[in-house]
């Protein structure tokens, strides 16, 4: 719950560690890239794709990720799969 992160330690003081899970798939994916040397640095594209509304991904994604959303955003229709 990293949008929650800092009211949890609060709450909880040192006395328990939080592990991020979307930032820890990501470091062992980019360990596993590097050593395949499969990992560029030139950051690509990103392209994301919602089932909900576009401009409320880009809000609230953007908070999630910390950062803005700069890539394609695309709507696809879930009922189709």
């Known amino acids: 719950y990293p949008l929650i992160a800092?009211?949890?330690?609060?709450y909880?003081?040192?006395?328990?560690t939080l592990i991020?899970?979307?930032k820890e798939a990501a470091k062992t994916l980019?360990?596993?890239l590097s050593s395949q040397r499969l990992l560029t640095e030139s950051g690509?594209?990103?392209r994301y794709y919602v089932s909900d509304s576009i401009e409320n991904f880009e809000s609230l994604g953007g908070l999630f990720m910390e950062q803005s959303i700069?890539?394609?955003v695309h709507k696809i229709d879930i009922e189709k799969y």
Do not use: D, L, S
């Not at 909880?12 to 328990?16: A, E, I, L, P, R």
């Open 6 to 10: 800092h009211a949890i330690k609060k």
């Open 12 to 16: 909880v003081g040192g006395k328990v």
């Open 20 to 22: 991020n899970p979307g």
């Open 30 to 32: 980019k360990e596993k």
């Open 44 to 46: 690509g594209a990103h």
């Open 70 to 72: 700069t890539g394609e």
